[in-house]
């Protein structure tokens, strides 16, 4: 998820466990160790762009790490706050970094929670990284809470609702997200399309528009599908062009960037001559624009005949005022 839904929901995690006793502090140090496991982006500059994807949402986003620092965050959170045992204030750090990292299991990414036991990253694909219908009504309830100072009970309770509305909220991704599977398996056997794996996710700012990828053995049909779609989808069809990578395809770079697309990736050469990869499963705002379209991009540049040097452009999801317009229409107005 985005950061400020991570420092919203560490906050009403804070609050729920220690609200009554701690008042705005539980709310504050709920946001902060709410936000720790994402950290980890001041590592991933420094490391090789194929193993950095790695160290991202890795052991800092586990279990493990969560029970080997929130003892330590409990002492030190003591000793400014003496007034509440240090095991307390363990548990609201546990709790705010947990409930970070099991959300973040629902976006595409991945997230590796056992670590270092085992290096499979978890990614249900049901929420987009940033989500409006999840952020905003958790920025009201917070609000109200932080501003209720002399209320201990009252924060507590609008910290309970706040995790509460999650809780719903997740619960009806995941059964949406069924949904959309169900109704785009229809879609594709009606259209006499046939594919070997299958892949939804959400678009960002909310639930409801989603992009789907069908791969078959040369490439993705890809579409996109709105709960409030009345038509039929209109699927693209990208070539995976892995012959482009010649004799690279085993090289440890590109072996990387293929397991963290999980195999969803396409190669395209323009004609300035420059080699792309593309991560299939993050799709951008710009979502009728190809040459837009791709939020984590690769420039692979060949160093004799089977070594590369990978380059990662930003990731660009295209969100602002340009596209929001065709975001709200192509989600709420699809048919017209």
Request: hydrophobic share 45%; net charge positive.
């Amino acid at each position: 998820m985005d950061s400020f839904t991570h420092i919203v929901l560490g906050a009403a995690t804070g609050g729920a466990v220690l609200g009554k006793k701690a008042g705005n502090k539980a709310l504050f140090w709920g946001a902060l160790a709410g936000s720790i496991p994402d950290f980890d982006v001041a590592i991933t500059p420094l490391v090789e762009p194929t193993k950095s994807l790695f160290i991202h949402r890795g052991f800092t986003h586990s279990i493990l790490f969560a029970l080997l620092l929130a003892p330590l965050l409990g002492k030190l959170m003591a000793k400014i706050h003496r007034e509440i045992s240090s095991r307390q204030w363990a548990l609201l750090a546990l709790c705010a970094m947990l409930v970070h990292s099991l959300i973040d299991s629902l976006n595409t990414y991945g997230t590796a929670l056992l670590e270092p036991f085992s290096g499979a990253r978890l990614a249900f694909d049901s929420i987009g990284i940033i989500d409006f219908t999840l952020l905003l009504p958790l920025l009201v309830l917070m609000a109200f809470a932080v501003f209720s100072p002399r209320s201990p009970s009252r924060q507590k309770i609008l910290s309970w609702v706040a995790m509460g509305y999650t809780l719903l909220f997740v619960s009806f991704t995941v059964v949406n997200k069924t949904w959309i599977e169900r109704t785009i398996r229809k879609e594709l056997s009606m259209q006499g399309i046939d594919y070997l794996r299958l892949k939804t996710a959400p678009l960002s700012l909310t639930n409801f528009l989603w992009m789907v990828l069908a791969e078959d053995s040369t490439g993705y049909h890809i579409g996109y599908l709105s709960n409030f779609d009345r038509n039929r989808i209109k699927f693209s069809y990208v070539e995976r062009n892995s012959h482009l990578l010649g004799n690279r395809s085993t090289n440890p770079k590109i072996e990387n960037l293929i397991r963290f697309s999980e195999g969803y990736y396409a190669l395209n050469r323009k004609p300035d001559g420059s080699l792309w990869m593309y991560d299939l499963r993050f799709s951008g705002m710009a979502f009728d624009s190809k040459d837009n379209w791709y939020v984590f991009s690769f420039r692979l540049t060949e160093i004799g005949e089977n070594d590369i040097e990978v380059s990662r452009s930003h990731p660009d999801r295209q969100i602002g005022i340009s596209t929001l317009a065709p975001y709200w229409k192509r989600t709420f107005y699809p048919n017209r």
